[in-house]
């Protein structure tokens, strides 16, 4: 043990060390590892965990994540303070493994485990590393929508579209437009063309030969007489109704 640091303190801190080390072993050993050495079928009581009880399996699974979290932590803390003592035993305790200088005492009574001087603590710096898939969904869910990028890929919105035509818990009466009539009309950009580029694509028809024009008289092509885009007068008397 060096002679430049306050023995009678070091001395204190070596006992706080110990009486840590054996709270964070019975921790660890005295509760089985926070219940983790029972399987998860024991845990929830059951022969199968396909059972018909979701919910508790559910309720489990949460509280075994949690159990792993905290033996995980408790380990973790118990290599520091294994580590402390050693170095205690050897003589390397309150230097900085950095720079090699005298760590003070009083970084050393409020971090006994600590390594570095306050200099060169690396926890101090925050981190630039981020997952990868934070480039994919940064800004959050930044590839939501794709409309306003000049862009036709599959994106979030499209996703959306397609779960909400099965319905949502919105209705036509609580519907922020006030021209909205029936369910078809409530998802994201439900007027937007589905399979076609122009409206009137969706109402002219031909045999399989290309001949026999025929006009389907559906919503696409009421809207398209409604906004005076098109003259029914021109129409031929070969039609179908689409309700």
């Known amino acids: 043990m060096t002679n430049s640091l306050d023995q009678g303190r070091i001395h204190k801190l070596k006992q706080r060390l110990i009486q840590e080390q054996t709270e964070l072993e019975s921790r660890v050993h005295g509760n089985d590892h926070f219940g983790l050495s029972s399987s998860f079928r024991d845990s929830?009581?059951?022969l199968s965990t396909n059972d018909n009880h979701p919910a508790d399996a559910a309720t489990e699974m949460f509280e075994r994540g949690k159990d792993i979290a905290l033996l995980?932590?408790?380990?973790f803390?118990?290599?520091r303070v294994e580590a402390a003592l050693e170095r205690m035993e050897s003589g390397e305790y309150g230097h900085c493994i950095t720079c090699g200088k005298f760590i003070p005492i009083e970084?050393?009574?409020?971090l006994p485990t600590t390594t570095y001087c306050v200099e060169h603590e690396p926890r101090q710096q925050t981190s630039n590393n981020r997952p990868v898939e934070e480039e994919f969904l940064s800004p959050p869910f930044g590839r939501t929508s794709l409309d306003e990028r000049d862009q036709t890929g599959f994106d979030g919105e499209d996703a959306w579209q397609i779960v909400e035509s099965w319905g949502s818990s919105n209705s036509?009466?609580?519907a922020e437009g006030n021209n909205i009539s029936d369910y078809d009309q409530m998802s994201i950009e439900a007027d937007e063309n589905d399979g076609f580029v122009e409206p009137f694509e969706s109402f002219i028809a031909t045999d399989i030969t290309g001949h026999?024009?025929?006009i389907v008289r559906n919503r696409a092509y009421r809207q398209y007489i409604a906004d005076n885009e098109g003259d029914h007068f021109l129409e031929t008397n070969e039609f179908s109704d689409e309700l």
Request: aromatic share 0%.
């Open 172 to 174: 036509p009466a609580m």
């Open 107 to 110: 970084r050393l009574e409020a």
């Open 77 to 79: 803390r118990l290599e």
């Open 72 to 75: 995980e932590k408790e380990a």
């Open 212 to 214: 026999n024009v025929t």
């Open 44 to 46: 929830t009581g059951e």
